[in-house]
């Protein structure tokens, strides 16, 4: 067992498979059962450890060296973390940004989220790669790599399970931050595990953008009667969400549809598709994702363990789904479009935060579409 000099204490994660990692504790002293994944942004860890669509799993960051810039109140996603552990190879003892207001260790603490570093996460990163994404225990309280093992064996995954309900809103609230003069288009937006950084990109372009929980139904959404309705990201599978898929379904047709991530999944579902679980998922800032209808390739931010099988919509009964964007990592689809129902939706993250910004003229093409619904 790794012991710090610096009087850090030992922390140990444990795969499904029987691996088992040791190194430091960082973050609060606890333990968590979860799936294993891995994220490629070089920065942005702030965003990634605040966004919804990590419920249920913990995150190992590939890059070596991460809080070196500490941690602030404005580069958050959501109201809190979401995700039960976060590992990494070297946390920041040392941060330096003017921004900062508090370290990434106190953070993890202080939001009740398990950590551990020391570890060699280039090693964990190769074994999710070749063998998939993997249940897991992480804990630095109790440190039997058998007992931890066997809890991993008695828990449940991710498959099957509703975690939108988790993450979703109560109550709908109007989001106008960034909103100047009177809004040009009604947006309501799916809360499924949004992030903020959509609805700073959707006042942005002039919309008022009303939130909405997730188990909101067609009825409620059309009495609003908005000018679009905007599915939004979330974390597991999703085909337990079945109120979101049967709301998905009462308006098509009827209102401009935009989904992204999990709301990508859940439209296709709607569609009539099927989804199916990736081996180790794609989450990070440098997927590249072609588009078909101009030949460029963007450069992407992703998080997510699930897709739609493209042989699926074939068939669909609402109309031909034209499929629009691939990506060129495994050739999986990342974006389709039913021009017969005013809906369309992408995989990936064209708001980003953190990662590039080659796709952000999607929210543009929603705009589009919704005033080419209004005439």
Known sequence: MVYDMRGRKPAVLVLDDGTVFEGTSMGARGEFLGEACFNTSMAGYQEILTDPSYAGQMVSMTYPLIGNYGVNPDDVESGKIYMGGFIVRESSRIRSNWRSTGDLDGYLKEQGVVGLEGIDTRALTKHLRSYGARQAALSSVELDPGKLLKKVEEAPGL??????????????YVWSEGLTGEPEYEVVAYDFGIKRNILRLLTSQGCRVTVVPAATTAVEILERDPDGVFLSNGPGDPEP?????????????????????????????????????????????????????????????????????????KDCRYGEVELTHWNLNDDTLEGMRCREVGAFSVQYHPEASPGPHDSRYLFEQFLGLMKEWRS
């Open 159 to 172: 498959v099957g399970a509703d975690l939108v309900l988790g993450v979703t809103i109560e109550e709908p």
């Open 241 to 313: 969400i079945t109120y979101a898929i049967e709301s998905i379904r009462g308006l098509l047709g009827k209102k401009p549809v935009f989904g992204i991530c999990l709301g990508h999944q859940l439209l296709g579902l709607a569609l009539g598709g099927r989804t199916y679980k990736l081996k180790f998922g794609h989450r990070g800032g440098n997927q590249p994702v072609m588009n078909r209808d101009t030949g460029r390739v963007e450069i992407t931010a992703q998080n997510h363990g699930f897709a739609v099988e493209p042989e699926s919509l």
